[in-house]
């Protein structure tokens, strides 16, 4: 079992940046593959980046590559999101998700057991 709780979200100007945290209780971040999606008013659920420190893998969206990074914080169990050059389309509600297996982070949401609260973030012209 693990439970996710997301930060660090609000509203930006266009080109501007903020970093998403994720903290996680439960086992060690090496046991899980995690992931952050997104979802705009209307829009389906959208997979924005991934890490699996087992397998070594990261997964980044074509939308948000060269935008946004993936780190972890072992000490504090907590995975961020930096999101620089922020754009009014990234505008959503931000979720951490993740699931206890070994492998790459996949782009599905089916795919990921637990969930934060998610955070909203709001990018204005």
């Known amino acids: 079992q693990a439970q996710l709780v997301e930060s660090g979200g609000g509203l930006v100007q266009a080109g501007g940046s903020l970093t998403l945290s994720c903290a996680v209780s439960?086992?060690?971040?090496?046991?899980?593959?995690m992931g952050w999606f997104r979802q705009a008013p209307g829009k389906d659920r959208e997979f924005v980046a991934g890490i699996s420190w087992r397998s070594g893998s990261t997964n980044i969206a074509d939308s948000v590559k060269g935008r946004f990074t993936l780190s972890g914080d072992n000490a504090k169990n907590t995975v961020y999101l930096r999101m620089n050059s922020l754009k009014p389309e990234d505008t959503a509600v931000y979720y951490c998700a993740a699931d206890q297996r070994f492998g790459v982070p996949t782009s599905t949401p089916a795919e990921y057991n637990y969930w934060g609260q998610g955070t909203q973030v709001t990018v204005s012209s």
């Open positions: 439960g086992r060690p971040l090496v046991f899980y593959v």
